[in-house]
């Protein structure tokens, strides 16, 4: 009778269950294993991708800055944007002053873009013969800026082809970047209207 009671308390799982618990574990590991790989191999992408978001910002940033600076626009075309703005250098296109209470100078600035890069240059006022410099490259169009007022008589409160560069008080900017997480491209676009152009028209004469 005792021989019995022990030989009923001592049973085990069947070979069949083992298989079953044997198949799910090969299972569950291997989809475990696949999403791993699956994120070790899209994470360069990832980042290239954070990466060139994170650049057409940067150049976002800077133009905006320094459009808000600007007193009046010379150029006004969707691939290239000039404009007499005050910038901290010792001279147009050189260095910062290491005199942090030095005063802004007005110097022409450039941006030019095409469907590879967009560069920025300095010249004197009225000049456009700066040292371009490339701020972010592999756009997706060369077709960056736009401008308001712009040339449709319609509605002049659209930002489109610029009426005229005296005209325009606004200034869109749209960037296309790679996207290398799939088809298309990324859109980084922002604006900024030319506050020192409307201060100095506000002063009296």
Not at 53 to 66: D, G, P
Not at 136 to 142: A, C, R
Request: charge should be negative; charged fraction near 20%.
């Amino acid at each position: 009778m005792r021989r019995g009671r022990l030989a009923g308390e001592e049973a085990g799982l069947t070979l069949i269950e083992l298989l079953v618990a044997a198949g799910m574990s090969v299972v569950l590991v291997g989809a475990v294993g696949s999403m791993l790989i699956s994120a070790v191999r899209d994470q360069p992408r990832l980042s290239k991708q954070a990466q060139n978001v994170s650049q057409a910002r940067w150049v976002l940033e800077r133009l905006t800055r320094e459009i808000r600076n600007g007193v009046r626009i010379d150029v006004a075309t969707p691939s290239q944007v000039s404009f007499l703005a005050s910038v901290r250098r010792v001279s147009c296109g050189g260095p910062v002053p290491t005199d942090p209470s030095a005063d802004a100078i007005k110097c022409e600035v450039t941006y030019t873009c095409t469907t590879e890069s967009c560069s920025r240059s300095e010249a004197d006022d009225g000049e456009f013969d700066g040292t371009p410099r490339t701020l972010v490259s592999g756009l997706g169009s060369s077709d960056v800026f736009c401008f308001v007022p712009s040339s449709d008589p319609e509605d002049q409160l659209e930002c489109g082809e610029a009426a005229s560069p005296e005209g325009t008080t606004f200034v869109g900017v749209e960037l296309l970047v790679p996207n290398p997480t799939g088809p298309g491209a990324l859109t980084v676009s922002d604006g900024a209207s030319l506050r020192a152009k409307v201060r100095t028209e506000e002063l009296p004469s």
